[in-house]
C-alpha cells in the first residue's frame, strides 16, 4: 500500500448503488409475478363481462314487458274510469231527481274513488317499471364498457410484460454502476504494481485531482541501459551480442547483452525534429539508442539507478 484516498464519499456511493439494485431486483420480481397474474384475470374478466352483456340484455326485454304490462293496466283503468266517471254523472241527476236510490249513488261514487286510486297504483307501477327498464340499460351500457375494457386484456398483457422487461434492463443498469462504484472504491487504494523505490510528492490531507501524478515508483530490478551508439559502429550489431557496462559512480563492470535496436535516430523523437530544408548534404554522423540488458543478477545489490552514466561495451565476435 502506497497511498489511501479517503473512501467515505465512495463507500457511500456504493451503498446506494447496492440498494439501487435491490430495489430494482424487487420491482422485476413484482412485475415478473404480475405477468401471469395479469393474463388471467383479463381472461376470466372477458368471460364474466360477456355473461353479464347475455343477462342485462335479457334483463332489458324483461324489464321491457313489464313496462308494457304495466303501461297497459294503466290504459285499461283509464278506460274503465271514463265508464265509471260518466255512471257517476248520471246517477248524480237520477239522485237529485230522486229516480234512483241514495245507496246506488254511493256505490257508484265509491266505485269512482277506486277507480282514480287503481290508475294511480298503476301509474306508480308503470313508473317503476321505467326505472327498472333505465336500470337494465344502464347495466347493458356498463357490461359492454367492461366487455370493451376487458379485449384489450392482450393490449395489458404485453404493457405489463413491457414493464418487466424494462425492470430486468434496469436491472443490469443499475448493476453496472454498482460496480463502477466499486472500482471507484478500488482506486481509493494505490498499492505499487512493482516492487522498487518510491519517490512520493504527496502528503496526508493534501487534496488531488483524477490524473494528479502522487508518486513515482523506479522498478530497479528491471533497469537496463540505452547506449547511443555511432551509426558507424552498427554495421555488424546484432541482438544477443554480450555487452559490458563501466558504471562511473562505483567503477564496477557488470554483464549482459544486447536486446534491441531503436527504430530511428534519437533526434527523430525529438519535440522538434531537425528539417534538413536548406539543401545542406554535409554528412553527420547519427547516433542510435541501443537497449543492453544486464544478465540476472547482476544489479542484486540494486546500486544502478535511472540517470547514471555508464561506458557500455558491445563485443561483436
Same mark, same amino acid.
Given at each position: 500500500?502506497?497511498?489511501?484516498?479517503?473512501?467515505?464519499?465512495?463507500?457511500? =456511493?456504493? &451503498?446506494?448503488?447496492?440498494?439501487?439494485?435491490?430495489?430494482?431486483?424487487?420491482?422485476?420480481?413484482?412485475?415478473?409475478?404480475?405477468?401471469?397474474?395479469?393474463?388471467?384475470?383479463?381472461?376470466?374478466?372477458?368471460?364474466?363481462?360477456?355473461? &353479464?352483456?347475455? /343477462?342485462?340484455?335479457?334483463?332489458?326485454?324483461?324489464?321491457?314487458?313489464?313496462?308494457?304490462?304495466?303501461? =297497459?293496466?294503466?290504459?285499461?283503468?283509464?278506460?274503465?274510469?271514463?265508464?265509471?266517471?260518466?255512471?257517476?254523472?248520471?246517477?248524480?241527476?237520477?239522485?237529485?231527481?230522486?229516480?234512483?236510490?241514495?245507496?246506488?249513488?254511493?256505490?257508484?261514487?265509491?266505485?269512482?274513488? =277506486?277507480?282514480?286510486?287503481?290508475?294511480?297504483?298503476?301509474?306508480?307501477?308503470?313508473?317503476?317499471?321505467?326505472?327498472?327498464?333505465?336500470?337494465?340499460?344502464?347495466?347493458?351500457?356498463?357490461?359492454?364498457?367492461? *366487455?370493451?375494457?376487458?379485449?384489450?386484456?392482450?393490449?395489458?398483457?404485453?404493457?405489463?410484460?413491457? *414493464?418487466?422487461?424494462?425492470?430486468?434492463?434496469?436491472?443490469?443498469?443499475?448493476?453496472?454502476? $454498482?460496480?463502477?462504484?466499486? $472500482? /471507484?472504491?478500488?482506486?481509493?487504494?494505490?498499492?505499487?504494481?512493482?516492487?522498487?523505490?518510491?519517490?512520493?510528492?504527496?502528503?496526508?490531507?493534501?487534496?488531488?485531482?483524477?490524473?494528479?501524478?502522487?508518486?513515482?515508483?523506479?522498478?530497479?530490478?528491471?533497469?537496463?541501459?540505452?547506449? /547511443?551508439?555511432?551509426?558507424?559502429?552498427?554495421? *555488424?550489431?546484432?541482438? #544477443?551480442?554480450?555487452?559490458?557496462?563501466?558504471? &562511473?559512480?562505483?567503477?564496477?563492470?557488470?554483464?549482459?547483452?544486447?536486446?534491441?535496436?531503436?527504430?530511428?535516430? #534519437?533526434?527523430?523523437?525529438?519535440?522538434?525534429?531537425?528539417?534538413?530544408?536548406?539543401?545542406?548534404?554535409?554528412?553527420?554522423?547519427?547516433?542510435?539508442?541501443?537497449?543492453?540488458?544486464? &544478465?540476472?543478477?547482476?544489479?542484486?545489490?540494486?546500486?544502478?539507478?535511472?540517470?547514471? /552514466?555508464?561506458?557500455?561495451?558491445? *563485443?561483436?565476435?
Amino acid at each position: 500500500m502506497l497511498v489511501e484516498i479517503d473512501p467515505k464519499d465512495y463507500q457511500v =456511493a456504493v &451503498d446506494k448503488a447496492r440498494a439501487d439494485l435491490a430495489n430494482s431486483e424487487a420491482t422485476a420480481q413484482s412485475l415478473n409475478i404480475t405477468v401471469p397474474i395479469t393474463s388471467v384475470n383479463t381472461s376470466s374478466q372477458l368471460t364474466f363481462t360477456s355473461s &353479464d352483456i347475455e /343477462n342485462a340484455s335479457a334483463g332489458i326485454i324483461a324489464a321491457e314487458k313489464q313496462l308494457a304490462a304495466a303501461h =297497459a293496466q294503466v290504459e285499461q283503468a283509464e278506460a274503465n274510469d271514463v265508464k265509471i266517471q260518466d255512471d257517476l254523472k248520471r246517477y248524480k241527476l237520477l239522485v237529485d231527481k230522486q229516480e234512483v236510490s241514495e245507496q246506488i249513488y254511493d256505490q257508484s261514487l265509491a266505485a269512482s274513488r =277506486a277507480s282514480i286510486a287503481t290508475i294511480a297504483a298503476n301509474r306508480a307501477n308503470e313508473a317503476a317499471a321505467q326505472q327498472v327498464v333505465q336500470q337494465a340499460r344502464a347495466r347493458l351500457v356498463q357490461a359492454e364498457a367492461n *366487455h370493451r375494457a376487458a379485449e384489450t386484456g392482450p393490449q395489458q398483457v404485453a404493457s405489463t410484460r413491457a *414493464h418487466a422487461l424494462s425492470a430486468v434492463a434496469d436491472i443490469g443498469q443499475k448493476r453496472a454502476a $454498482l460496480e463502477q462504484a466499486e $472500482l /471507484n472504491l478500488g482506486y481509493t487504494q494505490i498499492v505499487a504494481p512493482v516492487s522498487g523505490e518510491v519517490n512520493k510528492t504527496v502528503v496526508v490531507g493534501l487534496n488531488v485531482q483524477p490524473g494528479q501524478q502522487m508518486l513515482t515508483v523506479v522498478p530497479l530490478d528491471e533497469v537496463w541501459i540505452t547506449a /547511443n551508439f555511432k551509426e558507424t559502429q552498427l554495421k *555488424h550489431m546484432r541482438p #544477443g551480442q554480450r555487452a559490458e557496462i563501466t558504471v &562511473d559512480a562505483n567503477g564496477r563492470t557488470y554483464k549482459g547483452h544486447v536486446d534491441s535496436i531503436a527504430g530511428a535516430t #534519437g533526434p527523430l523523437f525529438s519535440v522538434l525534429p531537425p528539417e534538413n530544408a536548406t539543401g545542406n548534404y554535409v554528412k553527420i554522423v547519427q547516433r542510435l539508442p541501443v537497449k543492453i540488458v544486464l &544478465d540476472p543478477g547482476e544489479n542484486r545489490d540494486h546500486w544502478l539507478r535511472p540517470g547514471m /552514466n555508464v561506458d557500455p561495451k558491445v *563485443h561483436l565476435r
